[in-house]
């Protein structure tokens, strides 16, 4: 392994993403409960240590299949869809009992692509990945196969780990695979191709040395995972690419065994606020008061007290410009509101939301994390 590789415990929050060829023994038609418990044990490690760890799984297809036993072979659409809704009751309670072993708490999620990239369910996503961390437990994560449709699913759960990873601002994203990494060439085909250890940046090179897969059950290929190394690693995370085949996957990782590391020059932070800053078109104007200003720039979140009035047609979830009492701009950010309840709310307490709007909201109109500030 290069001496460039990081080591797992180098990082803060972690996405770990398990296909259904691991975790599911298709002969049999049950769920391989060894390799899922060394598995668990690496995760326990981790989370022990303090990291925020999060799961995106497959399976529940599989799962669903064997319970309902279906023959093998491809599927309609809306036969993997009601496979997916038996086999997810199956999924949710494996990976429950599994890290309810070592005393962890599962939290489900099932998302589609939509709910990634359209910004007002995002901000719902993103914090409920939030406080189920804050409160330690584990979020369990996998495509919502009993909605998705072939137009809007992602086809396979490496570039649903590595939105995921870019959601959840992890540091980095472990594609738990068939194959331990990268190669020359298809080791498949070529005998002596050799795996390459690190990869600093994706080139044109780099994407022509992905091959596809063999494994039945996986929905992505080598093509798919290079994808998510794009997805992630422009999101300021690293991302590894490991075999999931031999037992506490995460411990040969973090030992140097085989794998592929593709490295992010960004960290998600920066990463993220860069794209509030720049790559998102400004909706409308949040002004707010001197106080509130001021409490910005010591890195607060702005509440609903320091806004004195809103402008423009914006929507929960868009970019706005935040300007203080003299007209300058102090900042953009997502705005956690829209303009009618925003307008509503200006200069009310935290403990107002609920009256003036008849439901509770969001005690913050910009949360700090969607919040990029300009100069003073």
């Known amino acids: ?29 049950q769920v391989r409960a060894p390799w899922l418990a060394s598995l668990v044990s690496d995760i326990a490690a981790l989370h022990k240590d303090g990291r925020d760890i999060i ?48 005393g962890i708490t599962a939290g489900q999620l099932l998302l589609t692509l939509g709910d990634t990239e359209e910004r007002r369910r995002y901000l719902n996503a993103r914090a409920t990945i939030g406080k189920l961390l804050e409160w330690r437990s584990v979020p369990v994560i996998n ?18 780990a590595a939105r995921v ?3 959840a601002s992890a540091d980095l994203v472990v594609l738990l695979s068939d194959i331990d990494g990268l190669y020359d060439a298809p080791p498949n085909v070529k005998k002596n191709a050799k795996l390459i250890p690190v990869v600093p940046r994706i080139t044109a090179e780099i994407e022509h040395m992905a091959g596809g897969s063999a494994s039945e059950l996986s929905r992505g ?32 990782i973090q030992a140097g065994g085989a794998c592929t590391w593709f490295l992010t ?42 806004v004195t009035r809103v402008e423009g047609a914006f929507a929960r979830g868009d970019a706005v410009i935040v300007r203080g009492p003299d007209g300058g701009e102090v900042g953009r950010g997502l705005v956690a509101y829209d303009a009618d309840d925003a307008a509503q709310l200006c200069g009310k307490g935290s403990a ?22 300009g100069s003073a």
């Open 165 to 167: 990873g870019t959601m």
């Open 143 to 160: 495509e919502n196969d009993t909605v998705a449709t072939t137009e809007i699913r992602y086809g396979d759960n490496d570039r649903l």
């Open 1 to 29: 392994m290069s001496s460039l590789a990081p080591k797992l415990n180098d990082f803060r929050r972690i996405i770990v993403k398990v296909g259904s060829s691991l975790l599911v023994d298709h002969t049999a038609g």
């Open 352 to 373: 107002a939301i609920k009256e003036v709007l008849g439901t509770t909201g969001r005690a913050a109109m910009i949360h700090r994390d969607d919040l990029v500030l």
């Open 221 to 252: 290929g080598m093509q798919t995972k290079i994808e998510a190394a794009k997805i992630a690693t422009t999101a300021g995370a690293h991302l590894v690419i490991a075999s999931g085949k031999i037992e506490r996957p995460l411990h040969a």
């Open 55 to 102: 799961i995106v799984s497959s399976g529940a297809i599989a799962l669903g299949r064997a319970v309902l036993k279906l023959p093998r072979g491809a599927m309609k659409l809306e036969d993997s869809q009601a496979a997916a809704a038996v086999g997810q009751i199956v999924l949710a309670r494996t990976w429950s009992e599994a890290l309810g072993q070592h």
């Open 265 to 306: 020059p960004a960290n998600p932070v920066t990463a993220r606020k860069k794209w509030i800053a720049g790559s998102l078109e400004p909706r409308g104007v949040i002004h707010v008061d001197a106080g509130a200003e001021a409490a910005l720039r010591k890195g607060k979140s702005l509440l609903p007290a320091g």
